[in-house]
């Protein structure tokens, strides 16, 4: 009976009890077993769901020597599901399993080789490992060897790679000797290069801007599509052309700590940011000078936004629990709106009339600008913290993206009543133990709706058919936050590994 189970076949009522019987007897000294029975557990397959038991038969298997128990226990003591999260031992387990020639282990090792995880950033044996898969036909190896090959990461020195920030296009790497390691990733279509019917100024269908030291976490284009700004952990603020090779004209130094949001003026002569030094900062994005320094959080400013026209107001929230609403015209802050719990998102509504705060509590608290000293309204409906949200640009509805990966729409007219004003509920994108602020970002006309993601992949959903319309790799590490452009169909994605693409979207 415990056969069944070994080839995928799962029996009902009596014989499914039977079966289970043997298959545990079964796993007490037999692999396979071992092996189906830890997956069962894990995935919740015919019986409870237990990650701790799981755990514990994979690392049985694991210790006869099991390489697929290996990568898997690897991978369980990397996240912490079932056993206590500790990176080293899971190095050691995955080092075991891409030894023997698995792939997944090789990737693995790879990404926690350019991120630092288990042991000290190493982007030549990232390299080593993303090779070593690519050899064996991996397709994302390959892909993730290119871009590191187009990037310089592994083959030059981080000196040498910081002192000329750029952009290229992927078209254009293919007439040099690395790729060899692009071709089989462009086949398998992870890199989409078209070459007629272009849909952009841009000068390659995508772009591949490098130079960030740290994660990136913010994007926005200007309101007139000439420039991008990105901001990172490594403290600072970059300008790119949009257009041409997307050069880096200008790098903005100032904060004290990672850049966690940015974004530009109505009109495009100022840029705002907050960051994890408790300021909100005003530039010059013209100069590169730093305008104003706005202090009165006691805490990491998670979120921030400007007024989208009228008076020129921008709000505020951070883990000191406040909502920060700042007169720009007399750079102070005119009131603070109280929480008990830290504010991950912040927004205005189109008129700033109300204000939209995204909490640690699941909840979107919303304040109304007239009547400062009311009790908020509450929208309530996701299972766990919200990370990012965006008014639509006609004013009407209100996009979540939430720690219980799901994104939602909400109706935020302000006479639709109280009751059912969560609309749609999008699936796709996900978080991770990472926890970062995944953002959330409607399109200029409302047409598109874009989430940053765990999942490493861009997820942008068609508003109009409810569905999603385009996921596409590329990141290696967790996509932050997804941009419009604002007059062409163009993206720009930023993520934890580092890089910043810019590319057309097609039909």
């Known amino acids: 009976m415990s056969k069944l189970y070994l080839t995928g076949v799962h029996p009902g009522g009596e014989d499914a009890l039977s079966g289970l019987y043997w298959l545990k007897r079964a796993a007490s000294e037999h692999v396979p077993a071992q092996l189906k029975l830890g997956e069962m557990l894990l995935k919740g397959e015919g019986v409870k769901r237990n990650e701790t038991l799981a755990a514990r038969y994979f690392m049985l298997a694991a210790k006869e020597g099991s390489v697929q128990a290996q990568e898997v226990v690897g991978q369980l003591l990397r996240t912490g599901t079932g056993l206590a999260r500790d990176e080293a031992l ?7 399993a891409a030894d023997q020639g698995n792939e997944e282990a090789c990737l693995t090792l790879a990404a926690m080789c350019r991120k630092g995880e288990g042991s000290p950033r190493d982007p030549a044996a990232a390299l080593r490992w993303f090779e070593k898969a690519a050899k064996s036909g991996n397709p994302e190896a390959a892909n993730e060897l290119g871009v590191m090959y187009l990037c310089g990461e592994g083959t030059m020195s981080d000196e040498e790679r910081r002192r000329k920030p750029r952009g290229k296009s992927i078209a254009a790497v293919l007439s040099l000797s690395y790729a060899q390691w692009l071709v089989p990733a462009l086949q398998e279509q992870l890199i989409h290069v078209q070459h007629v019917n272009r849909k952009s100024g841009l000068f390659g269908p995508t772009m591949l801007l490098t130079g960030h030291e740290g994660e990136v976490f ?4 200007s309101p007139d599509g000439r420039s991008l700004a990105t901001g990172s952990f490594d403290k600072c603020l970059y300008l790119w052309n949009v257009y041409g090779e997307c050069e880096n004209y200008g790098v903005m130094k100032g904060h004290a700590n990672a850049v966690l949001e940015v974004h530009w003026k109505h009109d495009g002569t100022q840029l705002y940011t907050c960051s994890a ?3 909100v900062c005003v530039w010059d994005p013209e100069s590169g000078k730093r305008l104003k320094k706005l202090n009165g959080h ?4 998670n979120s921030m936004q400007t007024s989208r026209r009228g008076v020129p107001y921008l709000v505020s929230g951070g ?3 406040t909502t920060k609403l700042w007169d720009l015209r007399v750079r102070r802050c005119v009131h603070t709106f109280e929480h008990q719990y830290q504010i991950l998102a912040v927004s205005f509504d189109d008129t700033a009339e109300r204000i939209f705060s995204g909490s640690l509590d699941n909840t979107v608290l919303i304040y109304d600008m007239r009547m400062r000293d009311q009790d908020p309204e509450v929208l309530e409906g996701h299972g766990d913290s919200i990370t990012g949200l965006d008014v639509s640009k006609d004013g009407n509805f209100l996009a979540t993206n939430s720690m ?6 909400w109706d935020v007219r302000p006479f639709a009543g109280q009751r059912n004003r969560c609309l749609r509920i999008m ?4 978080h991770n133990f990472e926890k970062n602020l995944l953002r959330v970002r409607w399109s200029e006309k409302d047409a598109l709706l874009a989430a940053g993601s765990a999942c490493q992949n861009v997820n942008i959903w068609d508003m109009k058919m409810l569905q999603l319309a385009y996921r596409l790799p590329g990141h290696t590490g967790s996509v932050n936050e997804v941009c419009f452009h604002p007059k062409e169909p163009i993206i720009a994605s930023v993520a934890s590994d580092r890089m910043v693409f810019m590319g057309e979207l097609g039909d």
């Open 90 to 96: 899971a190095w050691t387990w995955l080092s075991k």
């Open 218 to 221: 913010c994007a926005e284009f």
């Open 277 to 279: 030094d408790k300021s």
């Open 298 to 301: 006691t805490a990491i400013v």
């Open 319 to 321: 883990d000191d629990g």
């Open 404 to 409: 219980d990966n799901t994104v939602r729409i």
């Open 427 to 430: 699936r796709g994108a996900t």
